[in-house]
């Protein structure tokens, strides 16, 4: 199948700084990428959907000026981490649509490891 | 607004017994339903998906689900269960975008033991 990586697969920072994640298809092309958060024993929830050669597109309550999502490349995107605080710690997961068979529209989802952020 | 609920967020089961994992969604449309398995250090991975048709789907790793529409449910089920089996188990509903992929909303897990 597709593969999704992530980088780092964790990262350590200090409150006030920035961190960014990044989020690659190895073998595809994504037009679209999407960004999630997961909190410990928790679900995990859309951040926002990465777009190809354009704005991303935020879930409500996720701040965009917090979260900076850029989407460089057909096998890019990326999610800086603006001036992060302790309450920024989670686990982000990122996803890929890749095509897996010709006939249907639908474009099965492959997920990224996840990367961990602890804010001290 | 979609949700899923999955009602159970421990269950253990010894190695060789059947499974069931239960999901409730609520969704406004047909919904399009999948089931992923999460496991330490690797991405969530595609077990199996309910578009239309047959109501009972198989997946991988000897899994499948059924719809049922009347109960809006989609139960995970495994006749037995291997210890590799043990993972977090999400439940999703989501729209198929015109663009691709899909805005997924996830079930809050559950997490399989598997006694040897």
């Known amino acids: 199948g597709a593969v999704v990586s992530q980088h780092p697969s964790w990262v350590i920072c200090k409150s006030g700084t920035s961190v960014k994640i990044e989020c690659r298809s190895l073998d595809f092309q994504a037009t679209t990428m999407f960004w999630y958060r997961q909190f410990p024993k928790q679900s995990l929830m859309l951040m926002a959907t990465?777009?190809?050669?354009?704005?991303?597109?935020?879930e409500q309550g996720v701040e965009k000026d917090k979260f900076l999502i850029n989407h460089a490349s057909l096998t890019l995107s990326t999610l800086t981490v603006t001036s992060a605080h302790p309450e920024d710690s989670s686990f982000y997961i990122c996803?890929?649509?890749?095509?897996?068979?010709?006939?249907?529209?639908?474009?099965?989802?492959?997920f990224g490891p996840g990367t961990r952020l602890t804010v001290l | 607004a979609q949700s899923v609920t999955q009602p159970d967020i421990h269950i253990t089961v010894s190695e060789g017994a059947s499974l069931e994992l239960r999901c409730n969604y609520s969704?406004?449309?047909?919904?399009?339903l999948f089931w992923y398995v999460q496991s330490p250090g690797q991405g969530l991975q595609l077990l199996l998906k309910y578009f239309s048709g047959d109501t009972l789907v198989q997946g991988i790793k000897g899994f499948e689900a059924e719809f049922k529409r009347s109960q809006s449910s989609f139960n995970l089920r495994k006749p037995s269960v291997h210890w590799s089996d043990a993972a977090e188990y999400f439940c999703?509903?989501?729209?198929?975008?015109?663009?691709?992929?899909?805005?997924?909303?996830f079930g809050t897990g559950t997490q399989l033991k598997v006694e040897l």
């Open positions: 990465s777009n190809e050669g354009s704005k991303a597109t935020y």
């Open positions: 999703a509903v989501g729209p198929i975008l015109t663009g691709g992929g899909n805005k997924l909303t």
């Open positions: 996803s890929a649509p890749a095509l897996t068979w010709n006939y249907s529209s639908y474009n099965e989802q492959f």
């Open positions: 969704y406004g449309a047909t919904p399009y």
